[in-house]
C-alpha cells in the first residue's frame, strides 16, 4: 500500500458542515495529490502538493482547501459540505524520482 | 496532455491473454504513455509505463507503435483477479507535478 493511510474511510455529514479529510505517508515522498471520483466522470484531481507549504489547484478545486504542514500529512478541507461533494475521495503519493503515483484506499464522503 | 480513447469494455477468458488497446493519436515527443487499473472499491494501481520501447514488467508488457499513436498493454495469462478497471494515460515527461488526467478507461471482466 505504499505507506499511504486516509482517514476516515467512511464519513457521512451534514450540508453546511466543514469537513477535513486526512492523507497520512510514511515514506517521506515530496509530492502529493487529492483526487475525487465520481459515477461518469472518472477521477478528477482537486488539489496537489509539491512540498510542505507548496501547492497548487486542480482541475475540480471549488469548494476546497488544502494544508500541508508536515511532509507526511496532506489534509484536504470542505469548509461548507454540499450535497455535490458527495464522492469517493483518493489521496497519491509519488517521489521526485519516480515517475508513478501510488493511491490510497480512499474515503468515502457522503453529504445528506 | 494528449487525449487517450479506450473501448469502454472487454471480456477475457481466465488463463488467456488479454489484449487492451490505447489509442493516442495525439501523443507529443515528450510524453509517456502509463496504464493503471482500478479494482472495485480500491484505489488505482501503477502497472506499466513506456516512452518508445516496449516494456514489460511482473504485471503486464506494453506495446508500443512505432509511430506511438496507440498503444496495447497485455496481461499474459488473465485471472478473475485481473477484472478491473483499466486506464490508459499520457503525460508529459516535463511536467514534474506529475498530474495524471484520467478518462473513462476499459471494464474489463475476466470469465471462468
Known amino acids: 500500500d505504499a505507506g499511504i493511510t486516509q482517514s476516515p474511510r467512511h464519513k457521512v455529514t451534514e450540508t453546511g458542515t466543514p469537513v477535513t479529510l486526512r492523507c497520512h505517508q510514511t515514506e517521506n515522498h515530496r509530492y502529493m495529490y487529492w483526487y475525487r471520483q465520481d459515477p461518469g466522470h472518472g477521477l478528477r484531481l482537486i488539489h496537489y502538493?509539491?512540498?510542505?507549504?507548496?501547492?497548487d489547484k486542480g482541475e475540480v478545486s471549488d469548494g476546497y482547501s488544502v494544508s500541508r504542514s508536515k511532509t507526511e500529512d496532506f489534509l484536504l478541507t470542505l469548509e461548507s459540505a454540499t450535497s455535490s461533494q458527495t464522492s469517493v475521495y483518493f489521496c497519491?503519493?509519488?517521489?521526485?524520482?519516480?515517475?508513478?503515483?501510488?493511491f490510497g484506499q480512499g474515503t468515502r464522503l457522503t453529504v445528506v | 496532455d494528449a487525449k487517450t480513447t479506450q473501448p469502454p469494455s472487454m471480456d477475457c477468458a481466465e488463463g488467456r491473454a488479454a489484449n487492451l488497446p490505447c489509442n493516442h493519436s495525439t501523443i507529443s515527443g515528450n510524453e509517456y504513455v502509463y496504464w493503471y487499473r482500478q479494482i472495485h472499491s480500491q484505489g488505482p494501481q501503477y502497472i506499466i509505463h513506456?516512452?518508445?520501447n516496449n516494456e514489460t514488467n511482473e504485471m503486464a508488457s506494453l506495446i508500443i507503435t512505432e509511430d506511438r499513436k496507440s498503444s496495447t498493454l497485455i496481461l499474459p495469462h488473465a485471472t478473475l483477479r485481473d477484472t478491473a478497471v483499466y486506464y490508459c494515460?499520457?503525460?508529459?515527461?516535463?511536467?514534474?507535478?506529475?498530474?495524471?488526467?484520467f478518462g473513462a478507461g476499459t471494464q474489463v471482466v475476466v470469465t471462468p
Open positions: 502538493s509539491y512540498g510542505v507549504k507548496d501547492t
Open positions: 513506456g516512452l518508445k
Open positions: 494515460i499520457v503525460r508529459v515527461t516535463t511536467d514534474s507535478w506529475g498530474k495524471l488526467q
Open positions: 497519491a503519493i509519488r517521489t521526485l524520482m519516480n515517475t508513478e503515483a501510488f
